[in-house]
C-alpha cells in the first residue's frame, strides 16, 4: 500500500485547508485510516481516524469541532477537513492506514501499517 498526501500550505489563522491522502496498491485490506501530525522538535500525534465504513471517527480534543475526516473508499481516498485553523496546528501531516482495524489502538501510531511521505500545514498569526 502506498500512500500519498496533498493539499498542504500556508494560510493565516482562522482559515481553511482540506488535506487529501490517496492510497494504492492492496487497498482492499486497508481497515481504519488515520491523520498525524509532528511539529518541529515534538512527537509525532494522533489528530484523526476513520474506521472502514465511516461508521465510528475519532479525534485529538484539540482538533475536536474544527477538523473533520472523512473517506471515499471507491476513490481510495481520506480527507482531513481543517477549520478555524490555529498557527499550533503548524506541522507536517502524515495519512496512516491500519490493516487490523483494532479500534482500540486507534490512537496509537504504531498501530498503523503504512505512511504517507507528509504534507506541511503552516499556520500564520
Known amino acids: 500500500v502506498q500512500l500519498v498526501e496533498s493539499g498542504g500550505g500556508l494560510v493565516q489563522a482562522g482559515g481553511s485547508l482540506r488535506l487529501s491522502c490517496t492510497a494504492s496498491?492492496?487497498?482492499?485490506?486497508?481497515?481504519?485510516m488515520a491523520w498525524f501530525r509532528q511539529a518541529p522538535g515534538k512527537e509525532r500525534e494522533f489528530v484523526a481516524t476513520i474506521s472502514r465504513n465511516g461508521g465510528s471517527l475519532d479525534y485529538a480534543d484539540s482538533v475536536k469541532d474544527r477538523f473533520t475526516i472523512s473517506r471515499d473508499n471507491t476513490k481510495n481516498m481520506v480527507y482531513l477537513q481543517m477549520n478555524n485553523l490555529k498557527p499550533e496546528d503548524t506541522a507536517n501531516y502524515y495519512c496512516?492506514?491500519?490493516?487490523?482495524?483494532?479500534?482500540?489502538?486507534?490512537?496509537?501510531?504504531?498501530?498503523?501499517?503504512?505512511w504517507g511521505q507528509g504534507t506541511l500545514v503552516t499556520v500564520s498569526s
Open positions: 496498491g492492496r487497498t482492499l485490506n486497508i481497515q481504519l
Open positions: 496512516a492506514a491500519d490493516t487490523s482495524a483494532r479500534w482500540i489502538w486507534r490512537k496509537s501510531a504504531s498501530q498503523y501499517d503504512y
